[in-house]
């Protein structure tokens, strides 16, 4: 079966608790941050498996932004790449995309077990504290496994979930090296802060590929930390990062920043006339004691904008449908969506 969307990124079991800020501290973590383990982090866990408000749901940024443009799209038309362990916590994962219409397509790691994430949350902030476990033994010769393969040349749009550049960078390269040779989308999201300075290396060896690329202000920053761009301004970041060099310039390469409430900055970049347009896109408010949870809203907002562009849609009304569903996604229990379903528009 063919699938429109094909999304690449790191499985994970999301373990979710409010804790107090204090909580925070006590292990070195920060209010809306993102980390992988180091030894200290490992008690967490059991931790906060232990706490009477646990949420355990189906995580990984890439995989909630898979279900999300699912949410939005016709019935099987995304499929969803990634690793995972041969245990209960992968059949969640499974039972979870299942639910939600979203095609699992994991490479099973027989002795490691399957990823998960502390999501810590303090009032409407989050702070993410990531094992990768089996997610960090993905393998490129998985993608091009003949059968999977086929899957990918099939698929019209392709996602990358920034958290994938700590574990295959060669497979962000194939991926991006088979679209713009068929003058397909694809589409990074920076993920976190650390991804661009931490792991700089691998994501730029895959800029030259990026025919779109989300983020949100604290990640714009941390880019332009990294790479000593000279300017703190997020607009002026995003157009610098829309005029890197391009392989495919049959298309122009667009960068779009959300800032919370703020509005969004969508910067289009054409690479070949070094000149860019930018377009600011308010934020729909929604009444604040509307908000359950702000963890997965990112995501969410990156599945509705893939969503828009797998069925076409104008860039402008991709980003409204980006905000719709992160709407949608704050009135909720972690990276999930109303149902039934809402529908854009209606």
């Known amino acids: 079966m063919p699938f429109d969307l094909l999304c690449l990124g790191n499985p994970l079991l999301d373990l979710q608790a409010d804790v107090e800020a204090e909580y925070l501290a006590t292990y070195d973590l920060k209010a809306d941050d993102a980390i992988l383990v180091d030894p200290k982090h ?63 397509n994991y490479m099973v790691q027989e002795t490691i077990p399957t990823g998960k994430c502390a999501a810590l949350i303090t009032g409407n902030h989050r702070s993410l504290v990531t094992d990768l476990g089996a997610a960090n033994h993905y393998k490129v010769e998985h993608l091009k496994a003949a059968e999977n393969w086929k899957l990918v040349e099939e698929a019209k749009v392709y996602y990358v979930g920034g958290y994938h550049f700590t574990v295959c960078p060669e497979a962000i390269n194939t991926l991006g090296e088979h679209a713009a040779s068929t003058n397909k989308p694809f ?83 054409d690479v070949e006339k070094g000149t860019t347009t930018t377009q600011r896109v308010p934020v729909h408010p929604i009444p604040g004691n509307t908000i359950v949870d702000s963890n997965g809203a990112g995501d969410a907002f990156a599945g509705g904008f893939v969503g828009g562009l797998v069925q076409g849609k104008e860039l402008l009304t991709c980003v409204d449908m980006g905000q719709w569903l992160a709407a949608l996604s704050l009135q909720q229990v972690g990276p999930s969506y109303p149902y039934p379903k809402k529908v854009y528009g209606a």
């Open 42 to 104: 490992m008690p967490i866990f059991d931790e906060v498996v232990a706490k009477e408000n646990v949420h355990i749901l189906a995580g990984g940024a890439a995989q909630n932004t898979a279900r999300g443009a699912q949410y939005i799209l016709p019935d099987n038309s995304v499929v969803y790449f990634g690793s995972v362990g041969n245990d209960k916590f992968a059949a969640q994962l499974r039972e979870a995309n299942t639910k939600a219409g979203v095609f699992s």
């Open 187 to 269: 589409c990074v999201n920076l993920s976190a802060p650390f991804i661009p300075t931490v792991f700089k290396d691998a994501l730029d060896s895959s800029s030259q590929y990026w025919d779109f690329l989300i983020g949100n202000e604290s990640e714009a920053a941390a880019y332009a930390e990294s790479h000593g761009l000279d300017t703190s301004d997020i607009e002026g970041i995003a157009k610098a990062i829309a005029l890197l060099p391009k392989k495919n310039t049959g298309r122009n390469r667009t960068v779009v920043f959300t800032q919370g409430t703020d509005e969004t900055i969508v910067v289009i970049g």
